[in-house]
């Protein structure tokens, strides 16, 4: 079974940019999850997916936001980078209907402001 | 508010150790905790949740409700298990997201 992918790896932006973080869950899996673990920090919740909807959201400004397609898959997107933004991106998927399933991650992506 | 707590930014025990990574959280509803293992160069991956009360590679948790904790424990520490481990409070009724602690980096000296 294919784990959770992300792309991409790394992505190297600038101040003021716009950046984009792919995610592709688990087949069968419809929920997926955004986290930030930035220096310092931790692992903080984002925003939760499911079924093609934004169902939950963290503690983050509107410039956060993403969307998950029909295939389940979710894009990150974040707006008008900042230096406080660079951090690895994880994005979690868990089998639909079930909250007592786990979720399972991906690799990350490692966001990086220049 | 919910709030998980790893004191223990860094653990280095011997091998054979006994070891035993904290990890307390703060939650008005009926918690469910997990442990995650995050092993050099790889993915976060799940270790053991509560409600199975099983031991997974050695490691066993028991939640505490009285003192809100979910220690990890394992009799006798390996090289291998050289890691960072996070503590994660699941939120059911916020579709499932996860709480986590800031982590503990186990280091596991021969």
């Known amino acids: 079974e294919a784990g959770v992918t992300q792309s991409p790896t790394h992505l190297i932006k600038t101040r003021g940019q716009q950046a984009t973080l792919r995610c592709s869950p688990i087949s069968g899996h419809t929920s997926v999850y955004w986290y930030q673990q930035a220096l310092g920090l931790g692992l903080q919740f984002l925003l939760w997916?499911?079924?093609?909807?934004?169902?939950n959201r963290g503690n983050f400004p509107p410039r956060f936001s993403g969307r998950q397609f029909p295939n389940y898959s979710s894009e990150l997107n974040v707006n008008a980078l900042e230096l406080e933004d660079s951090a690895l991106y994880l994005c979690?998927?868990?089998?639909?209907?079930?909250?007592?399933?786990?979720?399972?991650f991906g690799d990350g992506t490692r966001l990086s402001i220049l | 508010a919910q709030r998980v707590t790893q004191p223990e930014k860094l653990l280095s025990v011997f091998k054979g150790a006994p070891v035993e990574l904290k990890c307390n959280y703060s939650y008005s509803g009926s918690p469910e905790l997990f442990w995650y293992v995050q092993y050099s160069r790889q993915r976060l991956q799940l270790l053991l949740r509560h409600i199975s009360r099983e031991s997974i590679k050695g490691f066993t948790a028991d939640l505490n409700k009285g003192e809100t904790s979910f220690h990890l424990k394992k009799p006798f520490a390996q090289e291998e298990d050289s890691a960072m481990y996070y503590c994660a409070l699941r939120l059911y009724n916020q579709g499932g997201k996860l709480i986590f602690g800031q982590g503990t980096e186990l280091s596991v000296k021969p």
């Open positions: 979690a998927s868990r089998v639909p209907g079930d909250f007592n399933q786990p979720q399972h």
């Open positions: 997916y499911d079924e093609g909807e934004e169902r």
